[in-house]
């Protein structure tokens, strides 16, 4: 991880915001879901993107019944569908 060079403080409600340099760079608009992860000590902030419920693969990820699905394992369910 390379730091940003840049230091914001926490408001009263827990935000903090992002600079605008940042948000163009990454290409994040107002609205735009923002995924929050943890790893040891550090906090992680990616833009979200879908990813499989099986095998959390973000490659090829569509939705069914308001989940998402990779091909893979798509393919792999309708295999073992037609095996039985």
Do not use: W
């Amino acid at each position: 991880m390379k730091p940003a060079g840049v230091v914001r403080k926490v408001d009263q409600l827990g935000r903090i915001v992002l600079p605008k340099s940042l948000r163009k760079r990454y290409q994040m608009n107002e609205g735009d879901p923002v995924e929050i992860l943890v790893s040891g000590d550090h906090i992680i902030l990616e833009r979200y993107r879908p990813r499989c419920v099986f095998c959390g693969s973000l490659d090829q990820v569509s939705d069914f019944k308001e989940r998402h699905i990779c091909n893979q394992c798509l393919v792999e369910m309708n295999q073992i569908k037609e095996t039985k």
